[in-house]
């Protein structure tokens, strides 16, 4: 049986949308506080409790380094984004927070934190292969490389695919990469370095990341219509 428009029952259906049809509400980003500030107390916990040259050896045990690469000693690469040479400074380490927390908060800890995984990770391990086919020598073999930077480019690659398709989204692109690549063409008494290339190799990792979660969605959106 039919009801009139103004029954109980379709009047009611104008009233409170159910719980579970809200929309669900953001929540504030805590894994990228908690990353940044552990690191931070952690550089600073190091330069104060550890004589320099115990701080300098678990550096080196935690640098995803060829030495280290070569001998399967695959936990640092989880461990070389957990500690940093020197506390960061404040305006990178702020960048650092605003990246990762926006990354967040507008697209979740999971997506965040596998665009920064990814590319720390996948830099990181190109980087090693380059070093090790090329030879290199005893210093930069074993030289101390940790940090978030790979990381954080590669978070910020993974934000530039989420901009507006067109001009924007290809500017941001064609921006990110020539800073990404300044570095990689300098010469003179600036040369380039392993970490330069890391850098570089991070952001296109990024965006790789990025274009790949787009393509995904987009189509399991359109396989679930």
């Keep these: ?32 506080p908690a990353y940044v500030g552990g690191v931070q107390l952690g550089a600073y916990a190091m330069g104060r409790l550890l004589a320099p040259a115990v701080r300098e050896r678990v550096l080196r045990r935690c640098s995803t380094n060829v030495d280290n690469l ?7 690469l989880a461990g070389s984004a957990l500690v940093v040479e020197q506390p960061m400074e404040l305006p ?11 990354a967040e908060y507008a697209h979740g800890a999971w997506w965040a934190a596998g ?8 830099a990181t391990l190109v980087v090693y292969g ?5 030879r290199a020598g005893a210093r930069t073999r074993s030289a101390i490389d940790v940090g978030t930077s790979y990381g954080f480019n590669a ?3 993974a934000l530039a695919t989420t901009l507006p398709r067109g001009p924007v ?7 990110l990469f020539a800073i990404g690549a300044r570095p990689l063409l300098r ?26 979660r787009r393509r995904a969605l987009g189509h399991r959106s359109t396989q679930y219509r």
């Design 1 to 32: 049986m039919s009801r009139s428009p103004g029954s109980p029952r379709s009047l009611g259906a104008l009233g409170p949308s159910p719980r579970w049809a809200r929309p669900p509400v953001p929540r504030l980003p805590r894994l990228a």
């Design 70 to 76: 070569r001998g399967r000693r695959w936990h640092t």
């Design 92 to 102: 990178y380490a702020l960048l650092l927070l605003a990246v990762l927390g926006y």
């Design 115 to 122: 665009a920064f995984v990814y590319g720390h990770v996948g």
């Design 130 to 134: 380059v070093l090790r086919g090329a």
């Design 155 to 157: 978070v910020v690659g």
């Design 169 to 175: 989204r290809t500017g941001a692109y064609a921006t």
């Design 187 to 212: 010469g003179g008494a600036h040369r380039p370095d392993f970490t330069d290339l890391g850098h570089f190799l991070a952001l296109a990792l990024g965006v790789g990341f990025g274009q790949g």
